[in-house]
Protein backbone atom coordinates (compact mmCIF):
# COMPACT_ATOMS: atom_id res chain seq x y z
CA UNK A 1 0.00 0.00 0.00
CA UNK A 2 1.38 4.03 -0.70
CA UNK A 3 1.48 6.11 2.22
CA UNK A 4 2.55 8.79 -0.44
CA UNK A 5 4.85 10.24 1.81
CA UNK A 6 8.62 10.81 0.87
CA UNK A 7 11.87 8.88 2.58
CA UNK A 8 14.35 11.52 2.99
CA UNK A 9 16.83 8.95 4.21
CA UNK A 10 17.41 4.96 5.35
CA UNK A 11 19.93 5.35 8.53
CA UNK A 12 21.11 2.45 10.84
CA UNK A 13 21.33 3.63 13.92
CA UNK A 14 24.06 0.88 15.06
CA UNK A 15 25.65 1.13 19.06
CA UNK A 16 29.18 1.39 19.27
CA UNK A 17 30.25 -0.21 22.64
CA UNK A 18 32.38 2.71 23.23
CA UNK A 19 30.68 5.59 22.30
CA UNK A 20 27.02 6.78 21.52
CA UNK A 21 25.88 7.75 18.54
CA UNK A 22 26.00 11.18 18.70
CA UNK A 23 29.44 11.44 20.30
CA UNK A 24 30.41 9.68 17.08
CA UNK A 25 29.01 12.45 14.49
CA UNK A 26 30.53 15.24 16.92
CA UNK A 27 34.02 13.57 16.51
CA UNK A 28 34.30 12.43 13.09
CA UNK A 29 32.57 14.07 10.54
CA UNK A 30 33.38 11.50 8.07
CA UNK A 31 32.85 8.46 10.00
CA UNK A 32 29.84 6.08 8.14
CA UNK A 33 27.54 7.08 10.15
CA UNK A 34 28.17 10.66 9.63
CA UNK A 35 27.81 10.66 6.20
CA UNK A 36 24.00 9.09 6.57
CA UNK A 37 23.26 12.17 8.49
CA UNK A 38 24.71 14.36 5.74
CA UNK A 39 22.36 12.62 3.57
CA UNK A 40 19.16 13.33 5.69
CA UNK A 41 20.77 16.94 6.02
CA UNK A 42 20.18 17.64 2.38
CA UNK A 43 17.15 15.69 1.85
CA UNK A 44 15.49 17.73 4.74
CA UNK A 45 16.88 21.31 3.17
CA UNK A 46 15.80 20.48 -0.59
CA UNK A 47 12.57 19.03 1.06
CA UNK A 48 10.42 22.34 -0.46
CA UNK A 49 10.57 24.28 -3.04
CA UNK A 50 10.87 28.00 -2.21
CA UNK A 51 13.12 27.28 1.10
CA UNK A 52 12.94 24.68 3.65
CA UNK A 53 11.80 24.27 6.83
CA UNK A 54 13.40 26.17 9.76
CA UNK A 55 11.17 24.89 12.37
CA UNK A 56 11.70 21.17 12.30
CA UNK A 57 9.58 18.40 14.78
CA UNK A 58 10.72 14.88 14.77
CA UNK A 59 8.84 12.13 15.90
CA UNK A 60 7.87 8.21 15.48
CA UNK A 61 5.02 6.52 15.84
CA UNK A 62 6.40 4.41 19.11
CA UNK A 63 8.80 4.40 21.23
CA UNK A 64 12.40 3.26 20.69
CA UNK A 65 12.76 4.00 17.30
CA UNK A 66 15.26 6.34 17.38
CA UNK A 67 13.91 9.37 16.92
CA UNK A 68 15.88 11.18 19.80
CA UNK A 69 19.26 9.94 18.70
CA UNK A 70 18.17 11.27 14.65
CA UNK A 71 17.08 14.80 16.50
CA UNK A 72 20.17 15.20 18.34
CA UNK A 73 22.49 13.80 14.96
CA UNK A 74 20.32 15.95 12.81
CA UNK A 75 20.95 19.18 14.46
CA UNK A 76 25.10 18.79 14.69
CA UNK A 77 24.87 17.34 11.29
CA UNK A 78 23.47 20.84 10.37
CA UNK A 79 25.50 22.94 12.92
CA UNK A 80 28.46 21.29 11.24
CA UNK A 81 27.80 23.58 8.04
CA UNK A 82 28.04 26.69 10.16
CA UNK A 83 24.49 27.27 10.31
CA UNK A 84 23.28 28.20 13.70
CA UNK A 85 20.84 25.62 15.04
CA UNK A 86 18.90 24.95 18.22
CA UNK A 87 18.02 21.62 19.43
CA UNK A 88 14.68 21.84 21.66
CA UNK A 89 14.07 17.89 23.95
CA UNK A 90 10.17 18.53 24.13
CA UNK A 91 9.55 15.27 25.39
CA UNK A 92 9.54 16.24 29.00
CA UNK A 93 7.72 12.72 29.54
CA UNK A 94 10.69 10.45 28.78
CA UNK A 95 13.67 13.14 28.26
CA UNK A 96 16.87 11.86 26.50
CA UNK A 97 18.90 14.96 24.93
CA UNK A 98 20.54 16.02 28.55
CA UNK A 99 21.89 12.32 28.62
CA UNK A 100 22.97 12.56 25.11
CA UNK A 101 25.18 15.69 25.39
CA UNK A 102 26.19 14.97 29.08
CA UNK A 103 24.31 18.12 30.06
CA UNK A 104 22.87 18.89 33.14
CA UNK A 105 19.08 19.20 33.08
CA UNK A 106 18.25 21.45 36.74
CA UNK A 107 16.73 24.47 34.09
CA UNK A 108 15.14 23.71 30.50
CA UNK A 109 11.91 23.47 28.30
CA UNK A 110 9.90 22.98 31.52
CA UNK A 111 10.83 25.85 33.60
CA UNK A 112 11.23 27.97 30.72
CA UNK A 113 7.53 27.55 29.93
CA UNK A 114 6.35 27.46 33.78
CA UNK A 115 8.20 30.82 33.97
CA UNK A 116 10.55 29.80 36.47
CA UNK A 117 14.01 30.34 34.63
CA UNK A 118 14.57 32.85 31.75
CA UNK A 119 15.82 31.56 28.28
CA UNK A 120 19.66 32.41 29.14
CA UNK A 121 19.57 30.21 31.86
CA UNK A 122 17.80 27.43 30.04
CA UNK A 123 20.42 27.51 26.86
CA UNK A 124 23.30 25.10 26.43
CA UNK A 125 26.23 26.38 24.13
CA UNK A 126 28.92 23.78 25.18
CA UNK A 127 28.12 20.54 22.90
CA UNK A 128 29.03 21.80 19.50
CA UNK A 129 30.24 25.97 18.08
CA UNK A 130 26.54 26.94 16.37
CA UNK A 131 24.39 24.18 18.14
CA UNK A 132 22.36 25.49 21.25
CA UNK A 133 19.96 22.97 23.23
CA UNK A 134 17.37 23.39 25.30
CA UNK A 135 16.79 20.25 27.55
CA UNK A 136 13.13 19.26 28.75
CA UNK A 137 14.11 20.83 32.44
CA UNK A 138 12.75 18.92 35.38
CA UNK A 139 9.58 16.58 34.66
CA UNK A 140 6.63 18.25 35.00
CA UNK A 141 3.05 17.44 35.83
CA UNK A 142 1.34 18.85 32.77
CA UNK A 143 3.08 18.35 29.49
CA UNK A 144 0.68 18.89 27.37
CA UNK A 145 -0.73 21.95 28.74
CA UNK A 146 2.90 23.52 28.88
CA UNK A 147 3.30 22.49 25.07
CA UNK A 148 -0.38 24.20 24.05
CA UNK A 149 0.92 27.45 26.40
CA UNK A 150 1.06 30.83 24.47
CA UNK A 151 4.87 30.99 26.18
CA UNK A 152 5.89 27.69 23.59
CA UNK A 153 4.54 29.20 20.52
CA UNK A 154 6.28 32.36 21.44
CA UNK A 155 9.21 30.46 21.54
CA UNK A 156 9.23 28.79 18.49
CA UNK A 157 8.68 32.22 16.85
CA UNK A 158 11.37 34.24 18.46
CA UNK A 159 13.99 30.61 17.90
CA UNK A 160 13.05 31.22 14.27
CA UNK A 161 13.81 34.39 13.78
CA UNK A 162 17.30 33.88 16.08
CA UNK A 163 18.30 30.51 14.12
CA UNK A 164 18.54 29.14 10.74
CA UNK A 165 17.23 25.48 12.23
CA UNK A 166 14.66 24.43 14.84
CA UNK A 167 15.05 21.17 15.56
CA UNK A 168 12.14 19.55 18.17
CA UNK A 169 12.10 16.30 19.53
CA UNK A 170 8.74 14.85 20.58
CA UNK A 171 7.15 12.10 22.02
CA UNK A 172 5.91 9.06 20.01
CA UNK A 173 2.42 10.02 18.04
CA UNK A 174 0.67 7.27 19.62
CA UNK A 175 1.62 7.44 22.99
CA UNK A 176 0.61 11.00 23.52
CA UNK A 177 -0.70 14.33 21.84
CA UNK A 178 2.28 16.46 22.64
CA UNK A 179 3.67 15.95 19.05
CA UNK A 180 0.33 17.49 17.00
CA UNK A 181 -0.03 20.19 19.65
CA UNK A 182 3.53 21.41 18.69
CA UNK A 183 2.97 20.72 14.81
CA UNK A 184 0.56 23.99 14.77
CA UNK A 185 4.18 26.05 15.35
CA UNK A 186 5.76 24.15 13.05
CA UNK A 187 7.03 24.03 8.98
CA UNK A 188 7.94 20.53 9.37
CA UNK A 189 7.26 17.16 10.33
CA UNK A 190 9.60 14.05 10.02
CA UNK A 191 8.34 9.95 11.22
CA UNK A 192 11.17 8.21 12.41
CA UNK A 193 10.22 4.36 12.36
CA UNK A 194 12.17 1.42 12.64
CA UNK A 195 12.07 -0.62 9.25
CA UNK A 196 10.70 -4.17 10.01
CA UNK A 197 9.38 -3.60 13.38
CA UNK A 198 6.97 -0.57 13.16
CA UNK A 199 3.92 -2.52 11.38
CA UNK A 200 1.85 -1.23 8.39
CA UNK A 201 -1.30 -0.65 10.12
CA UNK A 202 0.45 1.60 12.66
CA UNK A 203 2.17 3.81 10.69
CA UNK A 204 -0.61 4.08 8.20
CA UNK A 205 -3.22 4.88 11.03
CA UNK A 206 -0.28 7.54 12.11
CA UNK A 207 0.35 9.10 8.61
CA UNK A 208 -3.44 9.21 8.29
CA UNK A 209 -3.97 10.92 11.28
CA UNK A 210 -1.43 13.55 10.81
CA UNK A 211 -2.93 14.25 7.30
CA UNK A 212 -6.60 14.67 8.75
CA UNK A 213 -4.79 17.36 10.76
CA UNK A 214 -3.27 18.89 8.42
CA UNK A 215 -0.01 18.40 9.67
CA UNK A 216 2.73 19.78 7.27
CA UNK A 217 4.42 16.06 6.85
CA UNK A 218 8.07 16.91 5.73
CA UNK A 219 8.67 12.67 5.44
CA UNK A 220 9.69 9.63 6.77
CA UNK A 221 13.14 8.33 7.94
CA UNK A 222 13.67 4.78 7.79
CA UNK A 223 15.79 3.67 10.98
CA UNK A 224 17.74 0.43 11.25
CA UNK A 225 16.84 -0.50 7.38
CA UNK A 226 17.63 -3.58 5.54
CA UNK A 227 15.56 -3.93 1.90
CA UNK A 228 16.27 -7.51 2.05
CA UNK A 229 15.28 -8.51 5.48
CA UNK A 230 11.86 -5.85 5.72
CA UNK A 231 10.33 -5.47 2.66
CA UNK A 232 10.64 -1.74 2.35
CA UNK A 233 11.62 -0.30 -0.72
CA UNK A 234 11.79 2.95 -2.70
CA UNK A 235 9.84 4.09 -5.78
CA UNK A 236 10.15 7.42 -7.53
CA UNK A 237 10.57 9.20 -4.25
CA UNK A 238 7.37 8.16 -2.40
CA UNK A 239 7.08 5.36 0.38
CA UNK A 240 5.82 1.84 0.43
CA UNK A 241 5.41 -1.07 1.99
CA UNK A 242 5.80 -4.59 1.02
CA UNK A 243 5.83 -8.17 3.14
CA UNK A 244 7.80 -10.90 1.29
CA UNK A 245 5.55 -13.28 3.00
Known sequence: EKFDVPVLSTIDLLKDRHHTIVDTVLADSSSLIAENFKGLRTSVLLSA?????????????????????????????????????????????RPVQHKQFNLANTAGLSSLLAGVSDSESSIDREPLEHLDIITSGPVPPNPSELLSSKRFAALISSASKQYDMVVIDTPPIASVTDPVIISKNVDGF?????????????????IKQLKELDVPITGVVLNRFSAKKTGYYYNYGDYYYSSDT
Request: aromatic share 2%.
Open 49 to 93: ADTPPKTLLISSITPGEGKSSISACLAVSIAQTGKKVLLIDADMR
Open 190 to 206: IIVTWAGKTTHEMLGKG
